[in-house]
């Protein structure tokens, strides 16, 4: 479903720009400065649950979220603005432009949650856990960096797997019901709003080898 557009967006990203990476390209390279120890990535923060919790919850990594929808990612922005987090930075961008923002091996995390499945295999290149994506997360990502990888698609999260393995990543921390004992780690909002409905979560962790 397509968000709808938000009014006064423009000046609200202007309000919350202490956040925004307005020129990201400039960055390449340049992420990890003092006082972070790691640049961890998140692809499609959506209105940033995830994005300021995981942030809070380390503030001596810095998290860059990148976002192709505006009208959510203003939101994220002000989450992160309100809560007065130094230590994120969010990118208006696609994922697939990923390797003009990031220098090889800058990053050591990249979290891909809940995207979007594009069922049917004629848009499978699309996916965010497709090979030429991996490819291109490969680049990105230092010696055994990681992928942390969460969606309610079990088709897709069988593919993935799949995709994983034959491009050479290691696999590990595999679970087709994240949640099944009791919450598990920071949610996103579709993520608490699928738990809510005891739909299982999957999860796993590819690492670069």
Sequence with gaps: MRMRKKKNLIP???????????????????????????????LGCGKGTFTAGTAAADPSVLLVAVERVPDAMVMAMEKAVAQGLNNVRFIDMDAARLGEVFAPGEAARIYINF?????????????????????????????????????????????????FRAEGWEVSEVTRDLHANGPV?????????????????????ARKT
């Design 185 to 205: 780690g920071i949610m996103t909002d579709y993520e608490a709003k699928f738990f809510a409905e005891g739909k299982p979560i999957c999860r796993c962790i």
């Design 115 to 163: 995207c979007d499945p594009w069922p049917g295999s004629r848009h499978a290149k699309r996916r965010l856990t497709a090979p030429s994506f991996l490819r291109l997360y490969a680049e990105a990502l230092a010696p055994r960096g990681e992928i942390h990888f969460k969606t309610d698609n079990l088709p897709l999260f069988e593919w993935s797997l799949e995709t």
């Design 12 to 42: 609200r990203m202007q309000a919350a720009s202490a956040v925004l990476a307005a020129e990201p390209e400039a960055m390449r390279g340049r992420w990890l400065t003092e006082p972070f120890r790691e640049v961890h990535v998140e």
